[in-house]
């Protein structure tokens, strides 16, 4: 049996084809079929890699009696958030203002209008003692409301719709000053665990813009408690189980607030973001566990997550296998562990250094364990068997069924790798970082960009009826763009980030209040028309708060004042909402901190190749500075000049001239 998703490109869709729900993907048809039968929608959003997605699938929509009443009851809409963030957007303002939260899978029951009127998340398959309601239960009764109480259904969808309309525009007018850096660091400090580091408690997700935004503000202020945020973050994160210490990079977030049981996905974007922070922390403050961890992520990204031939990111890994292992891959029982390493002593210091003994952390089986570091080898010796360990942990677990990688390459995400590969390239030393990010952005750059549709939203699919007009991938290329430039000294990078804000200035931005919409094309079902400018950061880097980003780094690097009046604006458009947001906001911050603090420009100018240029400019990337930007040109003699706000040094000839410079 198959559904109408068989042949649609996303594979959380396609994953979903053999089931018995008569499934629509989204668009018109689905939205026509309801309104003609006169049936309430149900809507399900997801993700490939998202476990309780999986287990919603297996406990309930495979399952015959409930696709029954589905399909009898309903017009069914499977979405994919990956494919659709607009749609996801809209639907989960809608879930969060009537229960409180949001998350996936989204389980919306909408109007044939496309409105929501009743909603949650996971449903388990049968109710349970604490209140939630069985998904039979829950499908009957809203199928009963629908047919016998219209009255209250067009009201709840009323409440949603206006609530919704208010909630996406998240533009608040205010002054830019220095001192919405201070609240905003403040109100981060309120969230802070000072127990095991990050912010708020289970379940706790990693907050990387938080970091480099509070790493700056330690480099500017000197105040030794933001330092200490940063460094027992990044070592809380770096040490509990939701890095994955056997092959790299770190899942989605830990469901306790000692980051040891994580949700085992792992996402393109966290890890792009994640790698940064570590990089910057390495940089400014030489912590090697800080260089490990980068090197992990970089290891684990060109093993896993991209093609090094075609020069693309791939997506995502999965949490599981299969239906109902719950992290099987990444985790040990004892015995497993033993056999991996196959030696006594190693055994015994593996087992030391990550807490494994006879019970571990998971419900589903309780001999599992998560790996996280729980003391350090003691010794040379114990370090040395613990490093073979590890080697051998990864051989066993490579002979395992890995979980599955989404090869989608989403413009957006690719960016935000690509950028933070050359970030990589440069701190780690490691050119074939450069070469993979430039190629990912060459292909961006070609299969991607249209000059009057802007940015497609997945590379290669581009064209009428491919998902596009997405405001998100334009800033985070445009932010890439600035980034190669800044690695290569290339100026056809710089002219395509200007080339990209500026199609954004036509199709997004908005003239008479400042900030730029989501969406370039706003229609369709219900909530697609009601314009958003989203300015929090969930998860990912808010798009507003990036393309300000860009727009101060597009005036550091070509003094246009344009530019910065640009971004005078858009500052402006979201100042009210800065310190309020703090720890949600800390994309927006960073871009406020550039706006009210002097920004440092280092140029080196000199001949290509190896040589005191080559080696100036190596060192002026790797350096960490608050709000710097690096300019490469060609000259027949090597010189580089460092300038903070209006104050430039002489010329400098050497590295070791410029490394003294910048101290």
Same mark, same amino acid.
């Given at each position: 049996?198959?559904?109408?998703?068989?042949?649609?490109?996303?594979?959380?869709?396609?994953?979903?084809?053999?089931?018995?729900?008569?499934?629509?993907?989204?668009?018109?048809?689905?939205?026509?079929?309801? #309104?003609?039968?006169?049936?309430?929608?149900?809507?399900?959003?997801?993700?490939?890699? +998202?476990?309780?997605?999986?287990?919603?699938?297996?406990?309930?929509?495979?399952?015959?009696?409930?696709?029954?009443?589905?399909?009898?009851?309903?017009? +069914?809409? &499977?979405?994919?958030?990956?494919?659709?963030?607009?749609?996801?957007?809209?639907?989960?303002?809608?879930?969060?203002?009537?229960?409180?939260?949001?998350?996936?899978?989204?389980?919306?029951?909408?109007?044939?209008?496309?409105?929501?009127?009743?909603?949650?998340?996971?449903?388990?398959?049968?109710?349970?003692? %604490?209140?939630?309601?069985?998904?039979?239960?829950?499908?009957?009764?809203?199928?009963?409301?629908?047919? $016998? $109480?219209?009255?209250?259904?067009?009201?709840?969808?009323?409440?949603?719709?206006?609530?919704?309309?208010?909630?996406?525009?998240?533009? &608040?007018?205010?002054?830019?000053?220095?001192?919405?850096?201070? *609240?905003?660091?403040?109100?981060?400090?309120?969230?802070?665990?000072?127990?095991?580091?990050?912010?708020?408690? *289970?379940?706790?997700?990693?907050?990387?813009?938080?970091?480099?935004?509070?790493?700056?503000?330690?480099?500017?202020?000197?105040?030794?408690?933001?330092?200490?945020?940063?460094? &027992?973050?990044?070592?809380?994160?770096? #040490?509990?189980?939701?890095?994955?210490?056997?092959?790299?990079?770190?899942? $989605?977030?830990?469901?306790?607030?000692?980051?040891?049981?994580?949700?085992?996905?792992?996402?393109?974007?966290?890890?792009?973001?994640?790698?940064?922070?570590?990089?910057?922390? %390495?940089?400014?403050?030489?912590?090697?566990?800080? #260089?490990?961890?980068?090197?992990?992520?970089?290891?684990?990204?060109?093993?896993?997550?991209?093609?090094?031939?075609?020069?693309?990111?791939?997506?995502?890994?999965?949490?599981?296998?299969?239906?109902?292992?719950?992290?099987?891959?990444?985790?040990?029982?004892?015995?497993?562990? #033993?056999? *991996?390493?196959?030696?006594?002593?190693?055994?015994?210091?593996?087992?030391?250094?990550?807490?494994?003994?006879? =019970?571990?952390?998971?419900?589903?089986?309780?001999?599992?364990?998560?790996?996280?570091?729980?003391?350090?080898?003691?010794?040379?010796?114990?370090?040395?068997?613990?490093?073979?360990?590890?080697?051998?942990?990864?051989?066993?677990?490579?002979?395992?069924?890995?979980?599955?990688?989404?090869?989608?390459?989403?413009?957006?995400?690719?960016?935000?790798?690509?950028?933070?590969?050359?970030?990589?390239?440069?701190?780690?030393?490691?050119?074939?970082?450069?070469?993979?990010?430039?190629?990912?952005?060459?292909?961006?750059?070609?299969?991607?960009?249209?000059?009057?549709?802007?940015?497609?939203?997945?590379?290669?699919?581009?064209?009428?009826?491919?998902?596009?007009?997405?405001?998100?991938?334009?800033?985070?290329?445009?932010?890439?763009?600035?980034?190669? %430039?800044?690695?290569?000294?290339?100026?056809?990078?710089?002219? =395509?980030?200007?080339?990209?804000?500026?199609?954004?200035?036509?199709?997004?931005?908005?003239?008479?209040?400042?900030?730029?919409?989501?969406?370039?094309?706003?229609?369709?079902?219900?909530?697609?028309?009601?314009?958003? &400018?989203?300015?929090?950061?969930?998860?990912?880097?808010?798009?507003?708060?990036?393309?300000?980003?860009?727009?101060?780094?597009?005036?550091?690097?070509?003094?246009?004042?344009?530019?910065?009046?640009?971004?005078? =604006?858009?500052?402006?458009?979201?100042?009210?909402?800065?310190?309020?947001?703090?720890?949600?906001?800390?994309?927006?911050?960073?871009?406020?901190?550039?706006?009210?603090?002097?920004?440092?420009?280092?140029?080196?100018?000199?001949?290509?190749? *190896?040589?005191?240029? +080559?080696?100036?400019?190596?060192?002026?990337?790797?350096?960490?500075?608050?709000?710097?930007?690096?300019?490469?040109?060609?000259?027949?003699?090597?010189?580089?000049?460092?300038?903070?706000?209006?104050? +430039?040094?002489?010329?400098?000839?050497?590295?070791?001239?410029?490394?003294?410079?910048?101290?």
């Amino acid at each position: 049996m198959t559904n109408l998703l068989a042949t649609e490109p996303s594979a959380y869709l396609r994953a979903a084809a053999h089931q018995p729900v008569r499934w629509h993907p989204w668009g018109e048809a689905a939205f026509a079929r309801a #309104r003609a039968e006169d049936k309430p929608i149900l809507l399900d959003i997801g993700a490939v890699w +998202c476990h309780w997605c999986h287990v919603m699938d297996g406990e309930s929509y495979d399952d015959p009696a409930v696709a029954e009443v589905l399909n009898r009851d309903f017009v +069914c809409i &499977k979405v994919d958030r990956d494919e659709r963030p607009d749609v996801d957007a809209r639907y989960q303002r809608a879930v969060q203002a009537l229960t409180g939260q949001g998350g996936w899978p989204l389980t919306a029951f909408l109007t044939p209008e496309g409105e929501v009127f009743y909603g949650g998340t996971y449903f388990p398959p049968e109710g349970n003692p %604490y209140g939630r309601p069985g998904f039979l239960t829950v499908l009957r009764q809203v199928a009963d409301l629908y047919r $016998r $109480r219209r009255d209250q259904v067009a009201q709840n969808a009323a409440a949603i719709r206006r609530h919704v309309a208010e909630s996406l525009d998240e533009a &608040k007018r205010g002054e830019v000053t220095a001192a919405l850096l201070e *609240a905003g660091a403040n109100g981060m400090a309120r969230l802070f665990d000072i127990r095991y580091g990050g912010f708020g408690t *289970a379940p706790k997700f990693p907050h990387p813009a938080a970091c480099r935004f509070l790493l700056a503000r330690w480099r500017d202020t000197g105040a030794d408690w933001m330092r200490e945020v940063v460094e &027992k973050t990044l070592a809380g994160m770096a #040490r509990g189980g939701i890095r994955d210490h056997v092959g790299g990079g770190f899942h $989605r977030y830990a469901v306790d607030e000692r980051w040891i049981v994580p949700h085992f996905e792992k996402m393109a974007y966290d890890n792009a973001e994640l790698l940064r922070a570590y990089l910057d922390g %390495y940089a400014a403050l030489g912590t090697p566990l800080y #260089r490990e961890v980068a090197t992990g992520i970089v290891q684990w990204v060109l093993e896993v997550l991209c093609d090094r031939e075609r020069g693309v990111f791939f997506t995502s890994q999965d949490a599981d296998v299969r239906f109902g292992d719950d992290g099987d891959y990444w985790t040990w029982t004892p015995e497993e562990l #033993r056999e *991996a390493v196959g030696d006594e002593r190693r055994y015994e210091v593996a087992r030391r250094v990550f807490d494994v003994d006879e =019970r571990g952390e998971m419900h589903h089986n309780p001999r599992k364990h998560v790996l996280w570091w729980s003391r350090d080898p003691a010794g040379e010796e114990e370090w040395a068997l613990l490093r073979d360990a590890l080697a051998r942990l990864k051989a066993a677990r490579d002979r395992r069924p890995a979980p599955a990688v989404d090869t989608t390459p989403y413009v957006n995400w690719n960016a935000m790798l690509a950028g933070a590969f050359l970030h990589a390239g440069a701190v780690l030393d490691r050119p074939e970082c450069n070469a993979l990010a430039l190629a990912a952005l060459d292909r961006i750059w070609t299969e991607a960009w249209d000059e009057e549709r802007g940015m497609a939203h997945v590379i290669g699919r581009a064209g009428a009826g491919a998902p596009g007009g997405l405001l998100d991938d334009n800033v985070q290329a445009a932010a890439a763009f600035l980034d190669a %430039y800044e690695a290569t000294g290339e100026g056809a990078w710089l002219e =395509r980030a200007a080339a990209v804000l500026r199609y954004c200035l036509r199709a997004h931005w908005d003239e008479p209040a400042g900030g730029f919409f989501d969406v370039r094309d706003r229609g369709g079902a219900a909530y697609l028309a009601t314009p958003a &400018k989203p300015i929090q950061d969930a998860p990912t880097p808010a798009p507003n708060a990036v393309a300000a980003l860009v727009l101060a780094r597009l005036w550091a690097l070509t003094g246009d004042a344009e530019w910065r009046r640009l971004l005078d =604006r858009q500052l402006a458009a979201f100042a009210g909402a800065a310190a309020e947001l703090a720890l949600y906001g800390a994309t927006l911050l960073q871009a406020v901190d550039w706006a009210v603090n002097p920004v440092t420009r280092i140029e080196v100018a000199g001949p290509c190749g *190896a040589g005191a240029a +080559c080696a100036m400019h190596l060192l002026a990337l790797q350096t960490y500075r608050p709000r710097k930007v690096v300019i490469r040109r060609i000259a027949e003699r090597p010189a580089a000049t460092v300038c903070v706000g209006t104050t +430039c040094s002489l010329p400098v000839a050497t590295p070791e001239a410029l490394a003294e410079l910048l101290r």
